[in-house]
């Protein structure tokens, strides 16, 4: 069970709306791997989407998503809708050992990686490593993150908020739909959560960035 104390930004921190071409910059100084990760759920999505972020949020210390998105199930059995976001975690972790993370929590949400039919079982949730950056900001077409139109729906969104978006990208007409965080509304609209304590978790509607001195170096794993 994650257990998260949301504290409703009661510590007076300055935390400025960040203008779309800063986030990115915002992590300049960090050594990392910059990683886009897919999320993923439809099976109980409001419950095991704020979990799997919770989880997250305190292992990195913080990360920008994407709005929530329903999207039709794609070579999955079942008809529940899912619940597809996409995140931007600055982190100094490997990807190797970020997917050794993911799927510890994939587990621990219930999800059974010997199945024979895993890969078409409905997903209590899905966490996939979209793209790794080692420190570019180079501008970015959404397909180049991922294929999949279940992301292509919320990659477009957050591209835009990390300042990453060509001018010609549009939104997605794709419905949102909130979940609640610790009796906190997310997901209809961009969000970042952060957690320097390792702790408790912030959650800010829009994105907005971190400082450098926040983020906490990763544990191994």
């Not at 998260?4 to 510590?11: A, E, F, Y």
């Not at 501008?139 to 300042?163: D, M």
């Not at 610790?182 to 912030?202: A, R, T, W, Y």
């Amino acid at each position: 069970m994650f257990i998260v104390s949301i504290l409703r930004n009661s510590k007076g921190r300055d935390r400025p709306h960040l203008r779309s071409e800063g986030l990115f910059d915002a992590y300049k100084g960090l050594p990392s791997c910059r990683l886009f990760l897919g999320v993923g759920s439809n099976a109980n999505p409001r419950e095991n989407i704020p979990r799997a972020l919770a989880a997250l949020v305190r292992r990195f210390g913080c990360l920008h998503s994407s709005s929530i998105y329903l999207t039709e199930p794609v070579a999955v059995d079942g008809d529940e809708l899912f619940r597809n976001l996409v995140l931007f975690l600055p982190t100094t972790l490997a990807e190797a050992e970020l997917k050794a993370f993911c799927n510890d929590i994939e587990t621990q949400l219930g999800r059974d990686r010997t199945h024979p039919q895993r890969k078409w079982i409905a997903r209590p949730v899905d966490l996939d490593i979209l793209r790794c950056f080692a420190g570019e900001t180079e501008i970015l077409q959404p397909e180049a993150l991922a294929q999949e139109p279940y992301f292509l729906v919320a990659i477009p969104e957050l591209l835009r908020c990390l300042g990453l978006a060509p001018a010609t990208v549009t939104g997605s007409p794709c419905p949102t739909e909130a979940v609640v965080l610790d009796g906190v509304m997310i997901g209809k609209q961009p969000f970042s959560l952060h957690c320097p304590n390792g702790q408790d978790v912030e959650v800010c509607q829009g994105i907005k960035p971190q400082t450098l001195s926040d983020i906490k170096e990763p544990s191994s794993v």
